[in-house]
């Protein structure tokens, strides 16, 4: 198991200079909604050592039909393939980043333990503190790398679909997290989904509040005193637009400790449809 599943561009870095994690795969998540191929032409151009792409709509996702939110989960027999053609082994220790203050990067953090692999970590800072410490960059792909034998044992009870949401949404042992801006919340703003507003009885925690501007990762401490609402005894459920920016609240609430998150997978942008 993993100490954090936040790791910092110091350690990583030393992996990479020193071999001493030679189980390693390293994931560029960069992705931008209102420009779909910057983050892969931002990796075209230069990312870390070893990187690999993933892309959100093409790797992270399944293409959106009527129902289902915007951003399906991926089929885990596409997904599990690609990751297994990574070299992505049951023990690999797998860092996801982006630079977006883990607005993606956390999509994969969260995919993957979905799947079962719970050594998987993002990099604190992201891509620009990366670049910023001083250490290297590259437009060189990746060294083929023998096939892993990752195989997904996908954990289904850590989602729940819009039945179920109905299911729970009033009652006293469950607690809907939105984890939109507060104007998309309060339905003041909705510059992506055709209607406006939330779900009824949800309370807003917007996954900005994860990390710093700057993209870093608050404190275990702070973490643990941002959901001091939530009782010990009740299951918090967590949706954003369409189930990625959701994940970055699920990493706060695994850093709090608070275990049993689930996750609503087509969020609002799924809602609206129905």
């Not at 990762?217 to 973490?223: N, Q, R």
Request: charged share 20%; with cysteine; hydrophobic share 40%.
């Amino acid at each position: 198991m993993l100490s954090s599943p936040v790791i910092t561009a110091e350690l990583l870095h030393s992996y990479l200079v020193t071999g001493s994690n030679p189980n390693l795969t390293i994931v560029d998540c960069r992705f931008a909604l209102a420009d779909p191929d910057l983050g892969r032409q931002q990796y075209a151009a230069a990312h870390l050592p070893e990187a690999h792409y993933l892309d959100l709509n093409r790797d992270l996702s399944s293409p959106a039909g009527v129902r289902g939110g915007r951003h399906p989960l991926p089929d885990d027999r596409v997904l599990g393939a690609k990751l297994a053609t990574m070299g992505i082994n049951p023990d690999t220790l797998v860092v996801a980043y982006d630079d977006s203050r883990l607005g993606f990067a956390a999509r994969l953090w969260w995919l993957l333990r979905y799947y079962g692999h719970d050594r998987v970590a993002v990099l604190d800072g992201g891509y620009s503190n990366w670049v910023e410490s001083g250490f290297t960059v590259t437009a060189e792909l990746p060294a083929a790398s023998a096939p892993g034998n990752f195989k997904p044992q996908v954990r289904t009870e850590w989602i729940v679909d819009i039945d179920r949401v109905k299911d729970i949404q009033h009652s006293a042992k469950h607690i809907l997290i939105d984890s939109r801006e507060p104007d998309r919340y309060l339905g003041k703003t909705e510059p992506i989904d055709p209607v406006a507003g939330h779900i009824p009885s949800a309370v807003n925690y917007p996954w900005q509040g994860v990390t710093n501007p700057e993209g870093f990762v608050l404190s275990v401490a702070e973490h643990q005193q941002r959901w001091t609402a939530i009782s010990p005894d009740v299951e918090p459920i967590v949706y954003c637009g369409s189930g990625v920016t959701a994940c970055v609240n699920l990493l706060s609430l695994e850093l709090a400790g608070i275990k049993g998150a689930k996750l609503y997978p087509g969020s609002w942008s799924d809602w609206i449809s129905n």
